[in-house]
């Protein structure tokens, strides 16, 4: 009788990873090597902060060895020991076997160079709205800017917080605003407060637990940003196994993806100073947006990522 053979939680089975020998496997580059192999070679997803096979197995490598990203190139010929090759290795398996994304392997993600802690409550952060502050918020006046001064901004809505990494972004980049934040998830609440007692920013940044502008009564804000749900019912059943390991909750826009969308356009103008304006990150959506909404004008702006697939939209111009 055959022995059985081990499956994964979708039934495939389970990838057997190269044998690695002792001395076989010396610097941190080595290392790289041999997990990109296996991440090519398992057929993983890339979309959780990383890009490219490359990028996820430096990323891996450098958070094993307690190395900020940007240390990595110092210390590319270094030689790892044998009890961190064994920490590398565990992780590269935990990567390919269990297909979760490598920033709930180790509980870490960066955003415009900042470490956030996240796990398997909110979705790993990856949105384009991190660079858009930089780009478009600017206080240069340069041509393209949206608010020419961020020390006139008092007050900030981020909506669909999650692991509220864009509040304490927002936070950093408007010194002067108090910033609310706000998700329907009890889970992710919790992760956001870690983050924000971690910044040390819990006088600036207040979070509520509720559906977008719910909890807020009738605040109105300079700027809302929002990253919410988008994400249609084809795009849902398509979705790797990577992001099957992230909140349902998070990525269901409904049957076109523009449920939440809908609610947050809709409700915006009550909660937004005349001249203040939203910000919303819609992904590939762009095509049913002007189609759902041909009446606003929409600006698309662009990230050195992306393309057209974050909004803005003036308060003047919401009615």
Not at 31 to 52: K, M
Not at 192 to 221: C, K, M, Q
Not at 256 to 282: F, M, N, Q, W
């Amino acid at each position: 009788m055959a022995r059985a053979t081990k499956k994964t939680a979708r039934g495939r089975a389970a990838p057997r990873l190269a044998k690695v020998g002792p001395g076989e496997l010396l610097t941190l580059l080595d290392f790289v090597r041999y997990a990109v192999s296996r991440f090519v070679e398992a057929e993983l997803a890339f979309a959780h902060g990383t890009t490219d096979p490359v990028a996820e197995a430096a990323f891996l490598v450098s958070e094993a060895l307690h190395l900020n990203p940007e240390q990595f190139e110092i210390f590319a010929n270094a030689r790892v020991t044998v009890a961190e090759g064994k920490t590398i290795l565990d992780l590269i398996h935990r990567r390919v076997t269990t297909r979760k994304p490598a920033a709930y392997l180790v509980n870490k993600i960066y955003m415009r160079g900042l470490p956030f802690y996240v796990d398997e409550r909110v979705i790993v952060p990856r949105s384009f709205i991190g660079e858009l502050l930089d780009s478009h918020f600017g206080s240069d006046g340069a041509a393209g800017s949206l608010i020419d001064d961020p020390t006139a901004v008092e007050r900030v809505l981020d909506l669909c917080t999650g692991s509220g990494c864009l509040a304490i972004l927002a936070a950093h980049h408007f010194p002067n605003a108090a910033v609310d934040a706000v998700d329907i998830s009890k889970g992710a609440i919790e992760v956001a407060t870690r983050n924000v007692g971690e910044y040390g920013l819990e006088d600036r940044i207040s979070l509520y637990h509720g559906d977008l502008f719910a909890p807020l009564g009738d605040a109105r804000y300079d700027l809302i940003i929002t990253n919410p749900p988008y994400v249609d019912a084809e795009g849902m059943a398509a979705l790797p196994p990577e992001c099957r390991a992230e909140p349902k909750l998070a990525f269901d826009g409904g049957d076109d993806g523009l449920d939440v969308v809908r609610r947050i356009l809709r409700e915006a103008p009550d909660h937004l100073t005349p001249d203040g304006g939203l910000i919303c990150e819609i992904g590939r959506g762009r095509e049913l947006v002007d189609e759902a909404f041909p009446e606003l004008p929409l600006l698309w702006l662009d990230t050195e990522d992306s393309e057209a697939e974050v909004f803005w939209i003036a308060a003047a111009d919401l009615g």
